[in-house]
């Protein structure tokens, strides 16, 4: 048996709730800045060791953070109704995972930002895979010709996910006159169509 | 007179250039981990408060280092021979453009990286506004029909930019079978020829 995969104890993964609970009220409370490897240590009442075994880095509680919330959005890309899940066209449903990851990054944008972190390896904190596998995976449904279709994927998800993670400043997002979310899924749907015109 | 941008006096540029230089030496002997805040104030031999005012933050250390890399790669852009500088279409000049930009981030690869810091408000260390901005001007030059430039050019600059600094792993760059270069270069050419097609 593989002692690195087995399922964490329950003391362990009872620990790992408690901190994850706490890290979120801090985050309520206070905004990402106060969250620190010592602070969540303080607060949660449970050692800077056990802090740093379940985490690693301080991003590395913003990523556990991110996973968590990125559950409910995977269920519904894997099982939920199309165009988001299964049952639409190749292209619909590149065009509404897009749209979903952009409503996803902007309700988690501070999380996501803080999951940054270029002291990691890459792939970086909230570069999740889901979205290369995903987009791989739809692509491979579209009849695109000769293409290196892992690059592709790359090159897609970094255009879907790096402008809200690394290059609209704080004033870009909070735009009022023409809203973010709207701006974004509009420009990735145009995308989509440049990418995949016949 | 604006005081917040008067040029700095001779010695603080002498204190920063100090510090620069210090920082490469500590890279080539050391590689980015060893330089934080504190160690880049000791082996300097000046005080953490001037560190501080000059780079604000570690990552800040790795974006200074960047920029001054950048120098002469953006002379190059603006002012060198064609395709890179003035004289070729601008589809030629965008293809030029990424080529040079993937061949600078893969060369400056860990100071990229070590730039990235989601601490930062964005646009993120290494996510050069350079590059925005170039893209953005190649592409009014292109008659693309009526589309946002500015997103798309925030796009391109996130597939050009996010596979070195978010997606690749260390294994995927150091890939023997086709190279990382070679690979990058040729999915950013396919990519510009799908945006533009006519």
């Known amino acids: 048996m593989d002692l690195t995969s087995r ?8 620990n790992r709730n408690h901190l994850l609970a706490t890290a979120r009220t801090m985050l309520t409370d206070h905004g990402p800045d106060r969250i620190t490897m010592d ?21 590395g509680i913003f990523q556990a953070l991110l996973d968590d919330n990125e559950r409910a959005f995977q269920e519904g890309v894997l099982s939920g109704p199309p165009p988001l899940g299964p049952g639409a066209s190749p292209r619909e449903r590149l065009i509404a995972y897009g749209q979903a990851r952009i409503r996803f990054l902007l309700e988690h944008h501070d999380i996501a930002r803080a999951a940054l972190d270029g002291r990691q390896p890459a792939p970086a904190g909230s570069a999740t895979p889901l979205s290369r596998i995903h987009i791989r995976m739809l692509l491979t449904q579209l009849d695109l010709g000769p293409v290196d279709l892992d690059l592709l994927a790359i090159q897609l998800t970094a255009a879907l996910d790096g402008p809200l993670l690394l290059y609209l400043s704080k004033s870009e997002l909070d735009a009022t006159t023409c809203p973010t979310e709207q701006r974004l899924t509009t420009g990735w749907q145009n995308l989509i169509h440049r990418i995949c015109h016949p």
Chains 1, 2 share one sequence.
């Open 39 to 59: 602070a969540l240590a303080d607060c949660s009442g449970l050692g800077k060791g056990t802090v740093f075994r379940h985490f690693g880095t301080r991003s």
């Open 7 to 14: 399922p964490p104890r329950a003391d362990a993964s009872r």
